[in-house]
């Protein structure tokens, strides 16, 4: 919740989320995309060629040309009938196949004419689709190779010649300004469509990271349930052993020894229905535990990071004008993503608080907030307007390493507790507690404070003398 990032989980490091740091980013695209993009492009070029010989009378190097077609022809049914339809393209493989077509497109715009041929700007289309699906060091190989390609081509090429034998071509002036205009756009789109699909693409992670948090949740809430289930399922057997293990024993009479054993069983089972029906008991979804005072569940919220050598002090504050009746904490709703985004921030504080951290509960007729400080060295002001936001880094200070040489967090944490939270009804502000307070307060790091709508959190009060309802039971 400090300097270092945006607010991270400790445990989110980039072991746990290797699968989205790590990943290959073409190793997501279909080999057939791939074969019907090369087919768009075999169509676009015969047409030119075509169009070019047959109204302009241009005379072309039509053997070369066909050639240089028939190539990307023959790899697309090589493509087709070698590899399975659902090939997915690994990033060696992407690679190799954007390489071959930009090297097939130039070969193709050398025979015709170079700079002066204005299909010379489809060279943009290799470039843009190696900054949206490979890693940078291919797409900066293919962006080298274009720009390498595209100058040389300025001095050598096939000129363009009418059916009398004239040339073709463009004043010096506008060649340069070609060259300059590709090469600019190479770079400008490289880079512009890089940066979208990674903003994308971390979008996309840590939502996928959020919903494993949240299920993660889920799921140990859902445990109560199975357990339900199996003591329920469970029931039917242990009553047929009991009945059985009775009527042993009544056929037993005459074999003590034998009619012994058939009474442990009997209590045994009577044992194993008792055990069950524990568990069921504690395994259903409790009415009574679906909401608490809001200062437990902040307490439940923190109870992992109690320990962890910081002071962490829950604090309660009231309507100024409330009287001692309403001064009592309001019940809070237990759901899952309010008590996981809550920890997450308490989590924050606590791995960048110096000594104390601080959990303010605050409410009010209409909103209940919570607000969370710490002492520690507070957000750097740059990352301020970005927290929040995923895979978000600030980078570490030497000092930064040698305090906490643990410490790989990813923007991860404060993305999930903002989602989560958000999802409850609450928003979400942060600021440093050094502009908001006295120069002699301790609360001068970071300060984060949750606000929802009193209805979002707090459930509807019950009319005085009528329960809460019955909690399901069941009999074995």
């Given amino acids: 919740m400090n300097s270092g990032t945006s607010g991270e989980r400790a445990q989110m490091t980039q072991t746990e989320f290797g699968i989205f740091q790590e990943r290959q980013r073409g190793s997501f695209i279909r080999l057939r995309t791939m074969i019907w993009l090369r087919w768009c492009a075999i169509v676009g070029q015969v047409a030119a060629i075509t169009v070019a010989q047959t109204f302009y ?3 072309l190097e ?7 077609v028939g190539v990307s022809v023959v790899g697309n049914l090589i493509a087709i009938f070698v590899f399975p339809e659902n090939k997915r393209l690994n990033e060696a493989e992407n690679f190799l196949m954007v390489l071959f077509d ?12 170079g700079l002066h041929n204005p299909f010379t700007i489809l060279i943009l289309g290799p470039v843009i689709v190696s900054a949206t699906i490979m890693t940078l060091r291919s797409t900066i190989i293919i962006g080298a190779t274009a720009l390498t390609l595209v100058t040389l081509m300025v001095f050598f090429h096939l000129p363009l010649r009418t059916e009398q034998g004239f040339i073709m071509r463009i004043a010096d002036v506008f060649v340069f300004g070609q060259w300059t205009a590709i090469t600019i756009a190479v770079i400008f789109l490289s880079l512009y ?7 994308m693409n971390s979008m996309g992670d840590a939502v996928v990271a959020t919903q494993m948090a949240l299920s993660r949740t889920q799921m140990l809430n859902n445990l109560g349930g199975v357990v339900a289930a199996a003591a329920h399922e ?17 056929e037993l009479a005459d074999q ?5 054993d058939a009474r442990l069983i009997r209590e045994q089972a009577d044992r194993c229905r008792d055990i069950l029906q524990s568990m069921g008991r504690a395994g259903k979804e409790d009415l009574q535990i679906r909401s608490a005072p809001l200062v437990e569940v902040i307490r439940e919220a923190a109870e992992p990071h109690l320990n962890r050598g910081k002071d962490v002090l829950i604090e309660a504050f009231g309507p100024e004008d409330a009287n001692e009746e309403d001064f009592d904490p309001p019940l809070a709703l237990r759901r899952p993503e309010i008590i996981h985004g809550l920890r997450n921030l308490i989590q924050n504080a606590v791995d960048f608080a110096r000594s104390t951290v601080w959990v303010e509960a605050h409410w009010t007729d209409k909103v209940v907030s919570v607000r969370i400080m710490d002492d520690g060295p507070g957000y750097p002001t740059n990352m301020l307007g970005r927290i929040g936001d995923p895979f978000v880094r600030n980078r570490r200070t030497e000092r930064d390493r040698t305090a906490r040489p643990e410490y790989e967090g990813m923007g991860l944490g404060l993305f999930i ?19 908001r307070v006295n120069s002699a307060s301790r609360r001068r790091g970071a ?13 509807p009060s019950l009319p005085k003398g009528k329960g809460i309802g019955e909690n399901p039971s069941f009999k074995i």
């Fill in 256 to 260: 003590p020894d034998l009619q012994d």
């Fill in 57 to 59: 009378n241009l005379q």
């Fill in 62 to 68: 039509l053997g070369l040309c066909y050639l240089a």
């Fill in 193 to 199: 469509a890089r940066q979208i699909t990674e903003e």
């Fill in 447 to 459: 300060v984060v404070e949750v606000v929802w709508p009193r209805n979002a959190i707090v459930p």
């Fill in 234 to 250: 469970l029931g039917t057997p242990l009553a047929t052993i009991k009945l059985t293990s009775a009527e042993l024993i009544e």
């Fill in 102 to 113: 930009l090297l097939q497109l130039c070969f193709l715009i050398y025979l015709t004419g």
């Fill in 417 to 435: 507790a903002k989602t989560l939270l958000q999802r409850s009804g609450a928003e979400l502000s942060f600021a440093n507690g050094a502009d």
